[in-house]
C-alpha cells in the first residue's frame, strides 16, 4: 500500500537559513508527488508537483523539491527562508485508485528572527 | 489559480444542531473531496465524488453525509452535531482526465458545544 512519511514533526530554522523538509513515500509504480503549504487557519496551497521528467522541480515562493527514486525521497528545499514561511507543510502522493492523494502527517516549520 | 469557496469559515453551534457546510468550486472540476483535519494533524479523507449524483465515504469513518447534485456544489451535512465534531473542515477539488492535484478552500472551523 501506497504512504508518505514526513519525519519531522516540526523544525526550526533561523530566518535567512536554508531549510530541507524530508518526505518518503512508498509506491510501485511512478509516483506523481505533491508539496502543500498551510498557514494556520488556512486552507492548503499547492507548492509544486512532480508527474515526470526533469526531478528537480520548481515550485512557487522560490521553493524546489529534488525526486530522488533510488532514495524514494521527494524533499522540499528553500535556499533562504523568510518570516512568512513559517506554515504547516504536507508531503502528499497519488494513490493507486480513484484519484485520492495519500497524505504525510505534515511538518511545523518554526522561523526564528 | 482555483477559485472554491466555503460557508461559513467559523461556526459555534449547540449539540444536536443540524448543520450544512457548503462548498462551491468555479471551475467545472469534477472531483470533489472533504478533508477533517484536527489542529495541527493530518488531513483525513471523509468524502469524495467523482461527478453529479456520485459520492463515496472515505477511509475516515464520519457521521457526515454530503450530496451532489450540481458539478460546483459538495454540501456537507451533519443531522446532530455532537462536541465529537469539532474540527476543522476542508473541501477541495482537482480537475478532469488524469489530473491528481487538489485545490482547497479555505475551511471551516466547527466548533460544538
Known amino acids: 500500500a501506497q504512504s508518505v512519511t514526513q519525519p519531522d514533526i516540526h523544525i526550526t530554522v533561523s530566518e535567512g537559513a536554508s531549510l530541507e523538509l524530508r518526505c518518503n513515500y512508498s509506491y510501485g509504480a511512478t509516483p506523481y508527488l505533491f508539496w502543500y503549504v498551510q498557514s494556520p487557519g488556512q486552507g492548503l496551497q499547492l507548492l509544486l508537483k512532480?508527474?515526470?521528467?526533469d526531478t528537480l522541480v520548481q515550485g512557487i515562493k522560490g521553493f524546489e523539491a529534488e525526486f530522488k527514486r533510488s532514495q524514494s525521497s521527494f524533499n522540499l528545499r528553500k535556499p533562504s527562508v523568510h518570516w512568512s514561511d513559517a506554515a504547516e507543510y504536507f508531503c502528499a502522493v497519488r494513490g493507486d485508485s480513484n484519484y485520492q492523494l495519500i497524505w504525510g502527517a505534515g511538518t511545523k516549520l518554526i522561523i526564528k528572527p | 489559480e482555483a477559485d472554491i469557496y466555503q460557508t461559513p469559515r467559523y461556526l459555534v453551534i449547540g449539540t444536536g444542531k443540524k448543520i450544512t457546510l457548503e462548498c462551491s468550486q468555479t471551475m467545472g472540476h469534477d472531483k470533489m473531496y472533504w478533508y477533517q483535519q484536527d489542529p495541527g494533524m493530518e488531513l483525513h479523507l471523509i468524502h469524495y465524488s467523482y461527478g453529479v449524483n456520485s459520492t463515496e465515504k472515505g477511509d475516515l469513518s464520519s457521521e457526515s453525509t454530503v450530496s451532489r447534485i450540481r458539478t460546483e456544489h459538495f454540501p456537507l451535512t451533519l443531522e446532530s452535531a455532537r462536541p465529537s465534531h469539532t474540527s476543522q473542515y476542508l473541501c477541495?477539488?482537482?480537475?478532469?482526465?488524469?489530473?491528481?492535484?487538489?485545490?482547497f478552500g479555505p475551511g471551516t472551523r466547527l466548533t460544538v458545544t
Open positions: 512532480y508527474f515526470s521528467g
Open positions: 477541495a477539488s482537482s480537475g478532469t482526465g488524469l489530473s491528481y492535484e487538489q485545490y
